[in-house]
């Protein structure tokens, strides 16, 4: 997410600079201890990524990328509704500050590992696309898996809000 964001602007002077936006240097002020060592575990995992991606792959149709993707939307609504009625877990909208740790709270857990995918498959997809000068499917198929946990995310939280 933090990757994403980064602009390149022309500040006041003419010169070129690296700038955030401002909502993002609010949500990053906002951070805690544990959003900011989350935000460093995303990073070292995109770093190998980037530096030595995975080279020769296997020929992926886009049923293997869209695979993913109808899992993550299908499987977390089903697995978090089900730990909820047996174990008594809240279901509410996750926080970047909330440990992915805490049990009760497995949405946070969910919207980290998805962070996690995309910030690997991005750091496959640039890595591949400067090493070998290809895009790496296996990238998008992880980026594919991410969005599909976040749109499963935003899926149980609608269906959470039409049953209150």
């Not at 992926?60 to 089900?82: C, E, N, Q, W, Y």
């Not at 290809?134 to 809000?161: C, D, H, K, M, P």
């Amino acid at each position: 997410m933090f990757l994403i964001s980064i602009f390149i602007g022309i500040n006041k002077v003419g010169n070129l600079e690296l700038c955030f936006p401002n909502i993002l240097k609010k949500r990053m002020k906002d951070w805690d201890k544990t959003g900011k060592v989350k935000a460093i575990i995303l990073g070292v995992f995109l770093l190998p990524n980037l530096i030595s991606p995975i080279g020769a792959q296997p020929k992926m149709g886009f049923t293997m990328i869209a695979i993913p993707l109808i899992f993550g939307v299908m499987a977390i609504p089903l697995i978090t509704k089900f730990n909820a009625v047996i174990f008594g877990q809240v279901i509410e909208k996750p926080k970047w500050n909330d440990n992915p740790l805490h049990l009760k709270k497995p949405l946070s857990f969910f919207q980290f590992g998805a962070y996690f995918f995309l910030s690997t498959g991005l750091g496959m997809i640039i890595g591949s696309l400067i090493n070998y000068q290809q895009l790496n499917l296996f990238g998008l198929a992880t980026i594919s898996l991410g969005l599909g946990v976040l749109l499963g995310i935003q899926l149980l939280l609608r269906i959470a809000q039409k049953q209150e």
